[in-house]
């Protein structure tokens, strides 16, 4: 069965859902504060997490980017009161896949646990690819021209945002985030060192600096 995880510290909204969630035939359970839930989808016992971003003791999206640096790959819906457009790109950006906005009404929400359930059920690529490029995400090597490369830890990361968003300009602050799991300014330039790093193996030209932006894949 389904095992779905609430992350929610008002009762009568984790009540409600958990109802809902219940009469939908899947198999609940509810964390009231931001420890426990964290600590309870690191499990791995559930497939999806209904997360609140206001909990107690540790904020949800403290929790999210937790989960995503430890490359959990429990499905997220953000459920929040808190749906200014910075919020909702902040949540998205950091890994949920979807997030709704309070107040909600539960037919909306299910039709979302449905849709993000079949999502984290589809079997993703096992590789990516782009203009002569080749990264292998079980081998974590990259094939340049036909050539494989062996990566390091980091690099592989960064090569994998990179291919994941061929044409978009990513930002420092975003490879920072994905990457390194820093969500703030450290004024380190290991951004830029490991970038230098990959252009050496798969050739200067096809990372572009966009001046003032960041660095795309060309």
Excluded at 110 to 119: G, N
Excluded at 128 to 157: H, M, N, P, W, Y
Excluded at 188 to 196: G, L, P
């Amino acid at each position: 069965m389904t095992r779905i995880l609430i992350a929610e510290d008002e009762e009568r909204i984790s009540s409600f859902v958990e109802k809902g969630l219940r009469a939908a035939g899947y198999s609940v359970a509810v964390a009231s504060d931001g420890d426990a839930a964290l600590a309870q989808a690191q499990t791995g016992d559930f497939d999806l997490l209904i997360l609140d971003v206001g909990l107690p003791l540790r904020d949800g999206f403290d929790i999210l980017q937790t989960l995503r640096v430890q490359a959990n790959p429990i499905a997220v819906i953000v459920l929040s009161a808190r749906d200014s457009a910075a919020d909702t790109l902040r949540g998205l950006e950091g890994g949920a896949n979807d997030y709704m906005p309070k107040p909600f009404r539960l037919d909306e929400l299910l039709a979302r646990v449905r849709l993000r359930l079949t999502d984290a059920h589809t079997e993703p690529p096992s590789i990516l690819s782009s203009r002569g490029l080749e990264l292998d995400l079980k081998t974590r090597r990259i094939i340049v021209d036909g050539v494989a490369q062996d990566l390091s830890a980091r690099e592989f990361e960064l090569a994998q945002e990179f291919l994941g968003h061929p044409e978009q300009v990513l930002s420092r602050e975003q490879l920072l985030s994905r990457v390194w799991g820093l969500n703030f300014d450290t004024k380190t330039n290991v951004v830029e060192v490991y970038v230098r790093y990959l252009r050496t193996k798969i050739g200067p030209e096809r990372i572009e600096t966009v001046r003032g932006m960041g660095y795309r894949l060309r």
